[in-house]
């Protein structure tokens, strides 16, 4: 977190940003202040050789230096050891800009301007210039050049890291003011820390001296999960070498995120502007390309309808042999999506040949249980745990992060786990691991502590030891209690059989004039009366007059069913009624038939069964259920079944045929002998419980202690009462 130090500079900024109040709206100070907050960052980066690029940008164009060598020459001066173009041309800095008030805006642009071409870009991408005009114009351009020229923002007073806290600090300050939906928020810097931590544990090769690593998020925003991973790597391997790469779809973010890489001398051009998704404009930056290491945020809650056309194109044209073969969630959460992206982008696993990949990704609670089996996301959490993917999953505590307060999940995925963790899945709950903060910041309350000790530490440490019922001393409304909050699971027990039951339909037949009545709201019978004719008025009021006494006719036939009383056996109703019909020569076609089996007919658990064409009982559709049967001890996974829709089961049928048959016997047919199993409908589900796994079961208090205080409050109010009337 911010030092307070640090948080005096932010407070600064933010005072600064308050006098913009009339030209801008405060949702508006984020177009103003975050790039000049980059752009104050940069000309203290530049500041002390400022003259000196000018002295040898002059030298250098005066030997007509090739415009190609100008950047490397250029940069040198500023930095011998630096790789990526950083450097200013212009004759301006803030202090020299404030030398000219009257043309401080043409001064500003040509300031920006002399950049090189990657600062360059990052202003373009703010869209500053616009800014810089409006601020001309309304009288605040130079008083905000001049306080901003009051912050110290050089590397030596905030390092790149305590940067990145101020950053975080402001851009949730200004979602606060514009009031950001909750799926576009910024993770704060602990859960980084944490997810940086878990996913690096047991990575032994990446302390190796003079190792190389690939560290990817596909949805870097600010780019904070790539500097923490960079931090937290080099901190136990100062000589590892890191390839950081990263997309974002927000031209901000992404500014901010280029503009960190590039004082830090990080490759600029790993960081994709775009969708990373597709949204027809934009695709996938890094197509084709795998990673050692992945990390992302991405957007939770938040409809795809954006991409909707790209994936669901991709899905159907590529299938597994594209990103999203297992499946596609449902429209209003596309979080499903960026790990089945990050899936595909994992190097072959060592049993291939290859080093293997690990992922560390933060959810809401949708991606554990949302979908029915069979559908999209259960299908997905299917492919993954059947592939032995899913390593751990833990459990957040609320009110985390800033711009909202539910709960969240990291997910740790890989394709090289270790032989003890493999068929099996770590959940931990983390929920109760944490502090409240002295000052909360929208809606982040609550905090991660990190250092020795801390929840960071412990939360790792319970990971790492991978131990099945490891417990941990927590507050539970206030009180310290031991819980169990690490449990380990084969992979099959998150599986289940969805079983379609069915129950004979039982219907009796009565001819009364009740159910009669009820003929006429069957749209059959009702269109026997209704000509389609269009315009020729005589054969519509002809054919409409047939109708009806085609009508007539059927109730003079169905009348004469009534003296029978009611029926028991449908079969019987049906003989009856055909023989009724043709001996009055009635014609009853087969939708009209069937009208009057649906307004005559009423279910009857005493009745006979009904039978279908081909002598086989028919089911009650208002009687049908299902029934979620675990994966018995022993499964082999991956089970045989084809992803998607509509897709055949046989070869699932034939190898769960004896466990559905065996629960069906246990805990059905007791209590419903007439029952049976559609089998063609059987589907494979999985769900993550992971809050079921951890509940604890509090009985309530005794009657006695409750009647006791009701006794209690109702003295009180009496009392008041009195005092009151007196």
């Not at 940086?196 to 001296?209: C, I, M």
């Not at 959490?381 to 539910?406: H, K, M, S």
């Not at 069937?594 to 005493?606: F, Q």
């Not at 089998?679 to 999985?686: A, D, L, M, P, Q």
Request: hydrophobic fraction near 35%.
């Amino acid at each position: 977190m911010l030092t307070e130090r640090h948080k005096e500079i932010a407070g600064k900024i933010w005072e600064i940003a308050n006098r913009l109040r009339g030209p801008y709206r405060p949702p508006q100070y984020r177009l103003v202040m975050l790039p000049m907050v980059v752009l104050r960052r940069l000309d203290c980066v530049l500041e002390p050789t400022k003259e000196a690029v000018l002295k040898e940008h002059k030298r250098l164009l005066a030997a007509r230096t090739p415009e190609k060598a100008l950047p490397r020459l250029l940069t040198k001066v500023v930095d011998a050891d630096r790789k990526q173009p950083l450097y200013n041309t212009s004759a301006y800095t803030f202090q020299k800009l404030l030398d000219d008030s009257e043309n401080i805006a043409p001064n500003l642009v040509a300031y920006i301007n002399g950049f090189s071409d990657t600062a360059r870009r990052i202003f373009e991408k703010f869209k500053f210039s616009d800014q810089i005009e409006k601020l001309d114009s309304s009288n605040r351009l130079y008083s905000i050049v001049q306080a901003m020229a009051g912050v110290d923002l050089h590397p030596d007073r905030i390092d790149n890291i305590q940067m990145g806290y101020l950053f975080e600090y402001l851009v949730m300050r200004f979602n606060e003011q514009a009031n950001e939906e909750a799926g576009d928020h910024f993770t704060p810097r602990e859960v980084i820390r944490l997810m940086t931590h878990l996913v690096y544990t047991g990575e032994e090769d990446v302390y190796r001296s003079g190792i190389y690593r690939e560290i990817y998020d596909p949805a870097c925003g600010t780019g904070g999960m790539l500097s923490v991973s960079e931090e937290t790597i080099r901190a136990g391997n100062a000589s590892a070498n890191l390839g950081l790469y990263g997309q974002e779809y927000n031209d901000e973010s992404w500014a901010i995120c280029c503009s960190d890489m590039l004082i830090k001398d990080e490759e600029t051009d790993q960081i994709v502007l775009g969708d990373t998704l597709g949204d027809g404009k934009t695709r996938d930056g890094f197509s084709g390309r795998q990673f050692h290491y992945m990390l992302a945020n991405p957007p939770f809650g938040v409809e795809w309808k954006d991409q909707q056309k790209v994936v669901e194109k991709e899905a159907e044209e590529l299938g597994f042999s594209g990103r999203f073969g297992a499946g596609l969630p449902a429209i209003n959460d596309g979080s499903l999506l960026f790990l089945q992206h990050m899936i595909s982008k994992m190097k072959a696993s060592p049993e291939q040949g290859g080093e293997g990949s690990k992922i560390a990704i933060i959810f809401n609670g949708s991606p554990l249980f949302s979908g029915d089996a069979g559908s999209g996301p259960s299908n997905i959490r299917r492919w993954i745990i059947e592939n032995d993917w899913l390593d751990a999953i833990v459990a957040l505590p609320d009110q985390l992060f800033y711009n909202t307060g539910i709960f969240t999940y990291v997910w740790l995925v890989t394709n090289r786990k270790p032989q003890e963790r493999r068929g099996k899945v770590q959940l931990i709950d983390g929920t109760r691991f944490y502090q409240k903060m002295k000052k909360s910041l929208n809606n982040k309350r609550n905090e991660l502590t990190d250092g020795p000790g801390g929840h960071i530490a412990r939360l790792t440490e319970l990971y790492g030891n991978f131990k099945d019922g490891e417990r941990e001393t927590v507050q539970i409304d206030g009180q310290p209690e031991s819980r169990v909050v690490s449990r380990n699971f084969e992979n099959r027990e998150f599986g289940f059989l969805k079983v379609t039951v069915e129950r004979p339909l039982r219907m009796n037949f009565e001819g009364t004039e009740e159910r009669l009545g009820l003929l006429e709201e069957q749209s059959a019978f009702a269109n026997l009366a209704v000509s389609k004719k269009r315009k020729d008025a005589k054969t519509i009021a002809e054919e409409e007059a047939a109708g009806q006494a085609h009508q007539d006719a059927i109730r003079a036939v169905l009348r004469t069913l009534s003296p029978t009383g009611r029926y028991k056996d449908r079969a019987l109703f049906l003989e009856d009624l055909e023989e009724a019909a043709k001996a009055r020569k009635v014609k009853l076609p087969a939708p009209v038939k069937k009208a009057i089996l649906n307004a005559l007919g009423e279910r009857d658990p005493k009745a006979e069964i009904c039978y279908d064409a081909d002598g086989n009982w028919e089911p009650d559709s208002e009687l049908r259920d299902t029934e979620n049967i675990p994966l018995p001890a022993g499964t082999t996974l991956p089970l045989p079944m084809h992803f998607g829709p509509d897709q055949r089961n046989d070869d699932l049928v034939a190898l769960m045929t004896p466990t559905i048959d065996e629960y069906m016997q246990a805990e059905v047919l007791p209590h419903v002998p007439d029952a049976w199993v559609d089998y063609s409908k059987t589907k494979v589900g999985y769900e993550i419980p992971i809050n079921r796994h951890f509940y604890v079961y509090k009985p309530p208090r005794p009657l006695a202690e409750i009647e006791s205080d009701i006794g209690s409050i109702e003295d009180d109010i009496a009392g008041l009462l009195r005092e009151l009337g007196a």
